[in-house]
């Protein structure tokens, strides 16, 4: 029988130096199922301590800023759908009020109310598609059909709104495609009614779980400093403390006319940014509820617009003028004047930016998108070392991004 | 408030939407750095580029967006790139704000824009070996025909890369010109029936 020999925890300690391991370097994705898209890690781990993290990105870059500068304003709106595709109406907003903002025109306060409508639709859409694979990432299965399904109602909303599920291209510069159809608001407040209910249980579900609160307490704390200087935007600035929402503090498209509270994290953990999308749902319900209310009747497009907006249909097909004016729009783009503007609008994942560069005519000259998840992710080499590796999932998942915007 | 009264160099440029200067590279450094201390301009909200077209000079402007978290203002920075057209160079502003690192790195990718004093100045969206600064206006918007960047792979497949088939558009229509010209077509002039495809060959 070999003879047995315990080790001493002063044995270890003599012999650390011989003992010690290398640092292994893992590589995280491109494809993995928990970077919610094509992210890769670079991972420097000691033990199951992260020592270094090196994000690498662009596996889904298409190059939309040349695209833009080769078609019209309008020909890109599709393609702003494809940056946070959770949230595509809210994109269409942002890129169409940026555009108008350098063309100079206001659109009528009917439009302003379906924009805010849209935008809070795709807000409430993409916050549960993040809560639901947050809690699906730190192990909660439940919660994530539960969000699915109610997202699945908003899905026939835009459906009926749109004429698509996920890839709306709803807006125009100067407008949107069409009115709201008859009985839709009725509709939406029936959902979200329905989706308080869900949100509820949702909420006991994961809010006091023992797993779930132990697993993000704690967990990629971000501090106020770290947020403003890495450029942090959205829920995961607010869940810092710092009470930033564009909404509010500059607000755009008439939400100055609606009562919402924005709530703020105290220590910028795992957990605060969870609280921080879970309330910011039911802020958004409450905004939509007052939008359909008050919602104004008259024009939803830019009438006076001539070289902007396309004439309605009817008279395209019965008037010499309006047909022209149709043709001239579709072949040449809307005519925007000459300048530069940035605009940056609240969406889901933070400030969406677009600085747009005019030389006149009906093609921007340059399009830059400021994607609120590229500078999201900007901030993983500076929270994620010193976390276990099983932490990755947990800050991913709390940091909500896409990379389809991320990479553009 | 009025910034140039503070700092004499810079030049007032034209916008409607926040207030906006040119400020000389030599300059930028300092600016920044009593933008965000002094000023309150404590964020950096995104940082990019506007290529003049070849032949310009400037040819390439950095162009920088802060926001005032105290007044809610936002306040744009525009400074021309020194330097010859192939290799602009700028002073980075990566140490003052961490996230102008990334913004910066996809600077140099899109425009190969020289930031000196970048800790870590390696493309961000494109492959490393790439070859081209894509949204550099001479550079057309399908792409060049060139070798796969593994070559290992690309010897066992045979695979390449090849400019994007643009068959579908987008189309535009030319603002001059006569009435022949300016039927719709790809804005890009490379996919003219006068001018060949870019790298010439790739897909029929």
Known sequence: ?408 | MNLKETFAFLEERPAKDCPAYNCPAGHLVNLMQALRDQHGYSMLVDMTAVDEGPGQTPRFIAVYHLFNLESFEYLRIASACEGDESAPEIPTVSHIWAGADWHERECYDMFGIRFKGHPDLRRILMWDEYPYYPLRKEFPLAGFDMDFQAADVAERTGVRIQPAPMAGGPFVSGDEGPMSEKEPRAKDQSWREQHKKPGGSGPA
């Not at chain 1, 400021?370 to 080499?381: G, H, K, M, Q, V």
């Open chain 1, 1 to 408: 029988m070999p003879e047995s020999r315990e080790i001493s925890i002063g044995d270890v300690e003599s012999q650390a130096a011989t003992l010690q391991s290398e640092k292994m370097t893992l590589n995280v994705g491109p494809s993995h199922p928990t970077t919610h898209g094509v992210l890769r890690l670079l991972v420097e781990l000691e033990g199951d301590i992260m020592t270094k993290v090196t994000p690498v990105i662009g596996y889904l870059h298409r190059g939309d800023e040349k695209i833009a500068e080769n078609m019209t304003y309008n020909q890109f709106v599709p393609y702003t759908d494809r940056l946070d595709y959770l949230g595509p109406l809210a994109n269409n907003v942002a890129y169409a009020i940026a555009v108008e903002k350098l063309a100079g025109i206001e659109v009528p306060a009917r439009c302003q109310a379906i924009r805010v409508i849209c935008t809070e639709l795709a807000r409430i859409s993409s916050h549960l598609l993040g809560l639901g694979v947050f809690g699906m990432d730190t192990g909660a299965w439940t919660p994530f059909m539960y969000c699915f399904t109610e997202r699945e109602k908003l899905m026939d909303l835009f459906e009926e709104l749109t004429g698509a599920r996920f890839t709306n291209s709803y807006t125009r510069i100067g407008g949107v495609t069409r009115d709201i159809p008859e009985g839709w608001t009725g509709r939406v407040i029936e959902a979200l009614n329905s989706m308080q209910r869900t949100l509820k249980e949702v909420d006991t579900l994961l809010t006091r779980n023992r797993i779930f609160y132990d697993r993000c307490v704690g967990v990629g704390i971000i501090a106020k400093e770290d947020a403003i200087s890495y450029g942090l935007t959205g829920p995961n600035l607010r869940g810092s403390g710092i009470p930033l929402d564009l909404r509010k503090d500059k607000p755009y498209s008439g939400y100055e006319n609606y009562d919402f509270d924005v709530p703020v994290g105290k220590t910028g953990d795992c957990y605060d940014r969870f609280l921080v999308r879970m309330e910011e749902v039911h802020q958004s319900i409450r905004i939509v509820m007052q939008a359909i209310e008050k919602l104004p009747d008259g024009p939803w497009y830019a009438e006076d617009a001539k070289k902007i907006f396309a004439p309605p249909k009817d008279k395209v097909l019965t008037s010499m003028e309006e047909l022209i004016q149709n043709f001239m729009i579709v072949t040449q783009g809307p005519q925007i004047p000459a300048g530069e503007v940035y605009f940056e609008a609240e969406n889901p994942k933070g400030a969406l930016g677009f600085y747009v560069v005019s030389r006149g005519g009906g093609v921007p000259y340059r399009l830059k998108i400021r994607a609120p998840s590229f500078c999201n992710l900007s901030i993983l080499p500076k929270i994620l070392p010193g976390l276990m590796l099983t932490d990755v999932t947990t800050v991913l998942g709390s940091l909500d991004f896409v990379m389809g915007e991320c990479d553009r």
